[in-house]
């Protein structure tokens, strides 16, 4: 790690500089007075020459270390100085010079963090911003990622950069397939900013998830934790940044939770369509229609009788699937245009 020096450099002040070149210096010159002892036949007299160098490093080391100084360069050199003898002290200095050389252009941390998810003051920024939040406005609850793509496709990096930000601070299931996108990005910086996306989004949902689980574990009666909980699992399987059999377990991990609900509260109609819509999703298709004719298919929402014709379309069963449609195609309740024209034409069979 970096000193807690603004600019990263080694040392905290103009002592420790000196300090660490002194170091570096004497441990040079002791160790090439050495080298030349030994080519000149003092082998024994020069291995414990090297042995008390090695020994005084270790204790100058542990001396830093002990006053909370910047250690890091002088265990380097009682590391590398016992290991390479002259090598070491030279490639220690070299350390030093570059590192200190490169703090000063460097990027810190928290400025690249902060890049990757930069604010939408850029004409950019609130341009794609714009587009983002419209989205949830779009007419009968259809949703359009095509811009988005488009975006990913042909738009300026700042353009790209922008979108990712603002599907990450807005994100939505429907946005997985535009992050994936720019995780293929041709750019680099695009493709880190997508990934830590991915996995900033995971993050706070299973942060969130150990939280509830947590409050619904203190009070296994409270309904309202539970609820809280089911929701969190159920929207975390749908996100769209899970993979596959993670996405499989948290599913299960949904509906079990809204059984103990239901247990609680046995007319919680919320509760009893997001069972059966969790079983469609795992294409357990007969536990789904068994679930859903287990209650009069008029006491549904709209909504969970398209999951339930979902699931009698998997298993065939066409004449139940005519009559559901008829029941709700008839039933006076909204329904998106398209939707309606499929139900009519299979309650038009069914008369």
Request: proline share 4%.
């Amino acid at each position: 790690m970096f000193s807690d020096d603004a600019d990263g450099r080694f040392g905290n002040s103009r002592a420790d500089t000196v300090e660490t070149l002194a170091a570096i210096g004497g441990s040079l010159a002791a160790e090439w007075l050495l080298m030349i002892l030994l080519w000149r036949g003092g082998a024994a007299l020069a291995f414990l020459g090297h042995l008390v160098v090695s020994a005084l490093l270790d204790l100058l080391w542990r001396r830093v270390k002990a006053r909370g100084g910047d250690e890091r360069l002088f265990l380097l050199l009682a590391v590398t100085t016992p290991l390479a003898g002259p090598i070491g002290p030279a490639g220690v200095g070299v350390t030093m010079v570059l590192g200190n050389w490169f703090a000063r252009r460097a990027q810190s941390f928290e400025d690249w963090y902060e890049s990757l998810f930069p604010v939408e003051e850029t004409d950019a920024g609130r341009e794609v911003a714009l587009l983002v939040k419209g989205i949830n406005a779009l007419p009968n609850g259809e949703t359009n990622v095509l811009p988005l793509n488009d975006i990913l496709s042909f738009g300026s990096f700042a353009q790209k950069q922008a979108a990712v930000t603002l599907m990450t601070k807005y994100y939505r299931p429907d946005f997985a397939p535009a992050l994936h996108k720019a995780l293929s990005d041709e750019t680099n910086a695009i493709r880190v900013q997508a990934a830590t996306a991915m996995a900033k989004i995971e993050s706070e949902f299973l942060e969130r998830s150990m939280r509830l689980a947590k409050a619904a574990a203190e009070a296994p009666d409270d309904p309202r934790q539970l609820a809280a909980l089911a929701a969190h699992h159920d929207a975390y399987a749908f996100s769209g940044v899970l993979d596959p059999k993670l996405e499989e377990e948290t599913r299960q991990k949904a509906v079990a939770a809204f059984r103990r609900l239901i247990e609680l509260e046995p007319e919680n109609i919320e509760a009893r369509s997001a069972v059966g819509r969790l079983l469609v999703r795992q294409h357990r298709f007969a536990e789904a229609a068994d679930w859903y004719g287990r209650w009069r298919a008029e006491t549904w929402p709209v909504a969970t009788r398209l999951w339930h014709a979902e699931a009698l379309y998997a298993l065939g069963r066409y004449a139940d699937l005519r009559t559901l449609s008829a029941l709700t195609v008839n039933g006076g309740d909204s329904i998106a245009p398209k939707t309606a024209g499929t139900l009519k034409l299979w309650a038009g069979e069914a008369a």
